[in-house]
């Protein structure tokens, strides 16, 4: 079973710094895109950034040139650069794997999420 595990999130004052990490574990033999979503208390979960396995990236507008996504195919974990923190990127923020190749047992799964991780910035 793909089981996804974030880590990385906690308390960190306006204009800080966090890391966030998501590593992928189970028998699998690829996945496709790899992402970072939120969600804020009352609000909808949104798309922070995504990249796919070829490196291509997107962003949301409200984390461009701020946010930085990368993947390291080999280890199947995703990272999330977050600089400049603002008090609205105050969330929970989750991971995604999109279309999955386990092999053992064979199968194709469509999307895989983690747990989540708070990121909380207040000064």
């Known amino acids: 079973q793909v089981q996804l595990v974030e880590s990385g999130g906690g308390l960190v004052q306006p204009g800080g710094s966090l890391r966030l990490s998501c590593a992928a574990s189970?028998?699998?033999?690829?996945?496709?895109?790899m992402g970072w979503y939120r969600q804020a208390p009352g609000k909808q979960r949104e798309l922070v950034a995504e990249?796919?396995?070829?490196?291509?990236?997107n962003y949301a507008d409200s984390v461009k040139g701020r946010f930085t996504i990368s993947r390291d195919n080999a280890k199947n974990t995703v990272y999330l650069q977050m600089n400049s923190l603002r008090p609205e990127d105050t969330a929970v923020y989750y991971c995604?794997?999109?279309?999955?190749?386990?092999?053992?047992?064979?199968?194709?799964?469509?999307?895989?999420w983690g747990q989540g991780t708070r990121v909380t910035v207040s000064s």
């Open positions: 995604k794997a999109d279309r999955i190749v386990q092999v053992t047992p064979y199968r194709n799964i469509l999307d895989a």
């Open positions: 189970g028998s699998i033999f690829s996945i496709n895109a």
């Open positions: 990249i796919t396995s070829g490196g291509s990236t």
